[in-house]
């Protein structure tokens, strides 16, 4: 009546490790703060973004107001060349763009702007210095020349 004695601890199973830990799929809670980063750099982008074309916006509306009140070719210069240097200044930053006149300013519009004729950034670098009786008309920019070459600075650097 005695059954053969068998083993009781054969029938056992060997110890199972769990599945190796992958390094590659992270917690679904890391997963939602790469996804906040991004949003958070998305965001930052669109903000400067728009900041950017609010003032280009701001400084084409001006450019706008001055040809529209300007009655003279030399007041029509100096308010661009005012108007270039806060755009620059705003840009670049006043150490770099403050101190700038003359040559140096002419230089620096030359530089930072699209192929335009030649006495067009000399008018402007000029125009702000010229005494009111020096007929700086006497320049070969034309008023059409001064004010495309003018918007078309602002749309590149602004």
């Given at each position: 009546?005695?059954?053969?004695?068998?083993?009781?601890?054969?029938?056992?199973?060997?110890?199972?490790?769990?599945?190796?830990?992958?390094?590659?799929?992270?917690?679904?809670?890391?997963?939602?703060?790469?996804?906040?980063?991004?949003?958070?750099?998305?965001?930052?982008?669109?903000?400067?973004?728009?900041?950017?074309?609010?003032?280009?916006?701001?400084?084409?509306?001006e450019?706008d107001?001055?040809?529209a009140?300007?009655?003279?070719?030399?007041?029509?210069?100096?308010?661009?060349s005012?108007?270039?240097?806060?755009?620059?200044?705003?840009?670049?930053?006043?150490?770099?763009?403050?101190?700038?006149?003359?040559?140096a300013w002419?230089?620096?519009?030359?530089?930072?702007?699209?192929?335009?004729?030649?006495?067009v950034?000399?008018?402007?670098?000029?125009?702000?210095?010229?005494?009111?009786?020096?007929?700086?008309?006497?320049?070969?920019?034309?008023?059409?020349q001064?004010?495309?070459?003018?918007?078309?600075?602002?749309?590149?650097?602004?």
């Amino acid at each position: 009546m005695n059954a053969p004695a068998t083993d009781p601890l054969a029938s056992l199973r060997d110890i199972h490790l769990p599945a190796p830990i992958s390094s590659w799929i992270p917690a679904p809670g890391w997963w939602i703060l790469a996804l906040l980063a991004v949003a958070a750099c998305l965001l930052v982008v669109y903000v400067r973004r728009l900041r950017q074309r609010s003032a280009q916006r701001m400084a084409l509306r001006e450019l706008d107001q001055l040809v529209a009140d300007a009655s003279g070719l030399q007041e029509l210069a100096t308010g661009f060349s005012e108007l270039l240097r806060r755009a620059a200044i705003l840009r670049f930053g006043a150490s770099d763009v403050a101190s700038l006149h003359g040559q140096a300013w002419e230089q620096f519009l030359r530089a930072h702007g699209e192929n335009s004729p030649e006495p067009v950034f000399a008018l402007l670098a000029e125009a702000p210095y010229a005494p009111q009786a020096d007929p700086v008309a006497s320049n070969d920019a034309t008023r059409e020349q001064l004010i495309t070459a003018t918007r078309r600075w602002i749309r590149r650097n602004l």
